[in-house]
């Protein structure tokens, strides 16, 4: 889950905002969206998702691994220290996976990994000497995640948990950090509070623990358990978000924000709320500086987490075409493309300034239900 708390509030917020220099520090790959899965919910390739509404033949492109070497060379060349985030679609279906991760190593960048955990079985001594976190997507106990994510997928990815976390534990190894994300939906929220007994059920040899952003480092722990809520946006909301990009920032924005409509979210927020709370009871950690749910699943306009952004300040994110945005799940407004520009052109160009500037003095309507105002400023 996430946090409202962060050092800097308020006044100090936008003080430090309008006071950052830009520096890289995360770059976020998307370098294949093609998936095995088809997730109910997933804003990509779920019921709503925007890549069912794509030529198949588009989507299944994939970028060039030159080219992302290069662009990766010059993000290394300006000193600065960089993770990696590798995502998609699913990562391990990009065809030059392994040649990718042992390149950013050998650029000396930490490799975070995001994946749906079908295919990490022939890959784990890979997987322990290049990465520093696997985070695995598991949506409830066994009934609840294979309606969602397909029949039969529980067994698989829980069997390549224990594989991984196996290996790791012969080769006496700290990395990989192997974390389980649960996103509430609609139909698995009534499970969250047998999640973790489930896991440590299946996981018996292991431990099992709830993730507490405060204190991420603080308990031992083989796997550590996140939930998330869903990232959501109403049509108006989306609508208006549509209509910003073009009248401030002269941009037609793409059909992804669609991926995250939902006409109406029939959970019961206040049970779940409870549900959670009875969770973070059990776990031992304090739920007080957590996003309020109730507040988060009934009132679209609320904001959570930080009320600016500043992930333009520090991230880039790639796409499968090579283009370049500031954005993680909005490719709209586009900074440039990797086959064509330099990173110099990408992060300090007229567009980069410009949508910076924006920032600054507005948020996006979309930002409010976006990862990155979870960001801590200080620590992004
Ligand atoms: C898009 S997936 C890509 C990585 C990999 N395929 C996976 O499933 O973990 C990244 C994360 O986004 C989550 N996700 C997808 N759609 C979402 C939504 N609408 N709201 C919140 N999380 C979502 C997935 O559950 C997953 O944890
Ligand atoms: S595995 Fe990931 S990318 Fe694929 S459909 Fe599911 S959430 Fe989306």
């Not at 990465?131 to 029949?151: F, L, Q």
């Not at 869903?230 to 002269?250: C, F, I, V």
């Amino acid at each position: 889950m996430w946090t409202n708390a962060g050092a800097l509030k308020d006044d100090k917020l936008v003080d430090y905002v309008r006071n950052l220099n830009p520096q890289l520090r995360q770059l976020t790959i998307f370098p294949s969206e093609i998936c095995n899965y088809r997730c109910s919910f997933c804003h990509i390739w779920g019921d709503t998702g925007w890549a069912l509404k794509e030529p198949q033949r588009v989507i299944r492109e994939q970028l060039d691994i030159e080219v992302l070497k290069r662009f990766i060379d010059q993000v290394a060349q300006t000193g600065n220290k960089v993770g990696a985030i590798l995502t998609g679609g699913e990562i391990m279906l990009y065809r030059h996976f392994e040649e990718l991760v042992s390149h950013l190593r050998s650029r000396k960048m930490n490799v975070y990994v995001n994946t749906n955990g079908s295919l990490m079985k022939n890959r784990l001594p890979f997987l322990i000497e290049n990465t520093v976190v696997v985070n695995v997507s598991i949506d409830g106990p066994e009934e609840y995640h294979d309606a969602i994510r397909g029949k039969g997928s529980f067994r698989t990815i829980c069997d390549n948990i224990e594989a991984l976390m196996a290996e790791k534990k012969r080769r006496k190894k700290m990395f990989p950090f192997v974390s389980v994300n649960m996103v509430l939906s609609t139909s698995n929220y009534h499970s969250a509070r047998s999640f973790i007994p489930a896991l440590r059920e299946r996981f018996k040899d292991y431990t099992v623990v709830l993730h507490d952003t405060k204190n991420p480092w603080q308990r031992r722990r083989d796997l550590s358990v996140n939930f998330s809520p869903l990232l959501y946006t109403t049509p108006e909301r989306g609508q208006a978000y549509a209509d910003q990009m073009k009248e401030h920032l002269d941009c037609h924005v793409s059909p992804a924000w669609q991926g995250f409509v939902e006409e109406s979210i029939p959970i019961d927020t206040e049970a779940l709320k409870r549900d959670l709370q009875a969770i973070w009871a059990e776990e031992g950690v304090d739920y007080s500086e957590y996003v309020d749910i109730h507040d988060y699943y009934t009132d679209i306009d609320n904001v959570f987490g930080r009320s600016k952004c500043v992930a333009p300040w520090h991230e880039l994110i790639i796409r499968r075409t090579g283009d370049v945005y500031p954005c993680v799940d909005l490719p709209d407004y586009k900074l440039g493309n990797i086959y064509e520009n330099s990173l110099a052109e990408i992060w300090q160009g007229e567009r980069a300034v410009r949508f910076r500037d924006y920032l600054l003095n507005d948020n996006l309507m979309m930002c409010n239900r976006c990862t990155r105002l979870f960001a801590d400023p200080e620590t992004f």
